[in-house]
């Protein structure tokens, strides 16, 4: 079965400084692969998608993503941490007939002090 | 409305209610979503429709569980005899076409609590 393990649970990085989040995924074939973000009474919002093609992968808000196949990893990073990136992060993989059924891990909730 | 807006946001209710959770996604997406997620959890999925109809409902936990979307636009949520651990925030999404096509426009949510 397809699963999704983000291994930290809550991050806090000083604003300006460089962010990593890590995401390993367990799927059979080429998987579609997302990262969503979370903020406090607001919706789960698209941040980046990968489907095929270039492993590193652009999204909004400063926020990039590289496919590593031999790794089973799909890491979010960005350069340059804002107060306003404090959320949670959740990374998908898309399963099903389709990649219709996003499979999501548990999130990274990101802390960041000033 | 602009984004995709579910009701009620919040729903308190006793063991053994029933409950409906209703969804309006955005205008002209063909797909909707219904997600659960529990404190501490990613969403976890529970049905896709496309169209009127459901096309993956393999992640309704059991029978207590129904939803339907008649005209291909608005969707209900329901939950028959409701338990303290169907206690969640009930997400709906939806998009143009599909997930591995398309963005998933996820709603605020509705936050169920059985006591």
């Known amino acids: 079965a397809q699963s999704v393990t983000q291994p930290d649970i809550h991050i806090t990085v000083s604003e300006g400084a460089s962010l990593e989040l890590r995401c390993n995924y367990s799927y059979g074939a080429t998987p579609y692969l997302f990262w969503y973000v979370q903020s406090p009474g607001q919706g789960l919002q698209l941040l980046l998608k990968?489907?095929?093609?270039?492993?590193l992968v652009q999204g909004i808000k400063g926020f990039e993503a590289e496919f590593k196949r031999s790794q089973s990893s799909f890491n979010l990073r960005k350069p340059s941490v804002h107060w306003s990136d404090a959320a949670e992060y959740f990374c998908a993989v898309g399963a099903g007939s389709g990649g219709n059924k996003l499979v999501f891990g548990a999130g990274t909730i990101l802390r960041v002090k000033s | 409305g602009a984004g995709v807006s579910q009701t009620p946001s919040n729903k308190v209710t006793e063991k053994g209610k029933y409950v409906e959770l209703r969804c309006d996604p955005i205008?002209?997406?063909?797909?909707l979503y219904w997600y659960r997620q529990s404190l501490g959890q990613g969403p976890e999925f529970l049905i896709y429709?496309?169209?009127?109809?459901?096309?993956?409902d393999s992640g309704l936990p059991n029978d207590r569980f129904f939803a339907v979307r008649p005209e291909g636009s608005v969707s209900t949520l329901k939950i028959q005899r409701t338990e303290r651990g169907d206690s969640a925030v009930y997400l709906c999404a939806s998009s143009l076409t599909s997930a591995t096509t398309g963005e998933l426009f996820f709603g605020e949510g509705s936050r169920l609590t059985v006591l």
């Open positions: 429709f496309q169209g009127t109809g459901a096309a993956d």
């Open positions: 990968y489907f095929s093609g270039d492993t």
């Open positions: 205008s002209g997406h063909t797909a």
